[in-house]
């Protein structure tokens, strides 16, 4: 009876033993290929830009914010009437419990009551509504923003009742 060979193993490839020096045009190619797929395919964190309008003084305040398509939440920065403010965001697909107090008292217009009994001014189905909340020193703006695929808008209100038309 002849005894029989083991079975080969194939060696385990781990992500490092790719990055190792290598002459093997294939393995240099194929790392070539993931960090261009990397770059081009998932930005890190990219800024975007928007616009706060104060409805009483009629003056336009440049804001931004971090966007990525695989997260709802993210972060924001303004500088208010010569205050440093910052915070954070959270979109909500499907409705959100509470939302709406803050965006029809500065959006107005016609009215369609939620589930959760709140207010909207406008709504179609690929709209998701959102949050937000910016602090600085002695200051506080808490605004809600409806947001599509690209674009958003909505309303904010600060700690003394002035309110913002939010566009991004």
Not at 62 to 71: G, V
Not at 91 to 109: E, F, H
């Amino acid at each position: 009876m002849q005894a029989s060979r083991p079975a080969t193993v194939p060696k385990l490839r781990t992500f490092a033993h790719l990055l190792t020096f290598s002459t093997d045009k294939k393995r240099m190619k194929a790392i070539k290929a993931l960090v261009l797929a990397a770059v081009l395919v998932i930005p890190a964190f990219p800024r975007a830009k928007g616009t706060l309008y104060r409805l009483d003084t009629r003056t336009a305040t440049p804001f931004e914010f971090t966007r990525s398509i695989f997260k709802t939440t993210g972060k924001i920065w303004a500088n208010l009437d010569g205050t440093q403010m910052e915070g954070q965001y959270i979109v909500v697909r499907g409705g959100a419990s509470g939302w709406g107090t803050v965006y029809s008292s500065v959006v107005g217009g016609g009215r369609i009551v939620t589930g959760s009994g709140q207010t909207l001014s406008s709504w179609t189905s690929d709209t998701a509504q959102g949050s937000a909340i910016l602090t600085g020193v002695g200051k506080m703006l808490t605004c809600e923003f409806l947001v599509g695929s690209t674009h958003g808008m909505g309303g904010c209100r600060d700690q003394d009742g002035h309110r913002y038309r939010l566009l991004f």
